[in-house]
Structure formats: C-alpha cells, structure tokens
Nanobody, 121 residues
Framework: QVQLVESGGGSVQAGGSLRLSCAAS?????MAWFRQAPGKEREGVAA????????VYADSVKGRFTISRDNAKNTLYLQMSRLEPEDTAMYYC?????????????????WGQGTQVTVSS
C-alpha cells in the first residue's frame, strides 16, 4: 500500500502561481497529477517516472506547469504558473507501481484525497 497526502491548493487570480505537494509512504514506478473540474472527466496533467525523473506533460499545461520529485523526501510537487480560470479543478496525486499509460487514470491504484485549486479571472 502507498498512502498519498496532498497539500498546497488554494485560490489565486489568473496569472498567479501555486505549488502542490504530495507525500508518498512507499515506493512507486510513476506518479502523476490529475485534475477534475465539475461536470468533466478526470484528466492527467503531468506525470513523472520515479527512477529517471523524466516528466511528461499534457499539452494544456506545457510551459506553465512543472512536475518534480524529491526522492529523499519521497514527495511529488507540481509548480503551477500563469494559472488560468480553466485550470480550476480538484487536483489529485496518483501513484502506480507498474508501467503503462501515464495519463490513464485506470493505470493508477493509489490516489490522494484531492486538493482544490480555484483560479479567478
């Protein structure tokens, strides 16, 4: 079992920045941030392979979001810059112990509780 504890959400004006954190309790193969807005499906925004720290980004956040990982603390981060109202959603940290599609939510079996990000125009 891997427990994930998130922190760092909040409200910000468009153009602002926020950083999300996700502390993991055990080893993982890959980790990711997903988000879900009301009435929309959950979508992957950024993922990282634990062993190599190679990041993968959804087109909608490329150049604005940065995913990183502190291996010593076993903690995942998502630095979000130039936030837009369209980024408003509940953000979830996810972890998997197997390879596969980094943005397929069904490929992840460990999930955080979610943290709300609200961006006002």
């Amino acid at each position: 079992q891997v427990q994930l504890v998130e922190s760092g959400g909040g409200s910000v004006q468009a153009g602002g920045s926020l950083r999300l954190s996700c502390a993991a309790s055990g080893p993982t193969y890959k980790m990711a941030w997903f988000r879900q807005a009301p009435g929309k499906e959950r979508e992957g925004v950024a993922a990282i392979y634990t062993a190599t720290s190679r990041p993968v980004y959804a087109d909608s956040v490329k150049g604005r979001f940065t995913i990183s990982r502190d291996n010593a603390k076993n903690t995942l981060y998502l630095q979000m810059s130039r936030l837009e109202p369209e980024d408003t959603a509940m953000y979830y940290c996810a972890a998997s112990r197997r390879p596969g599609n980094v943005f397929s939510s069904s490929d992840y079996n460990y999930w955080g509780q979610g943290t709300q990000v609200t961006v006002s125009s």
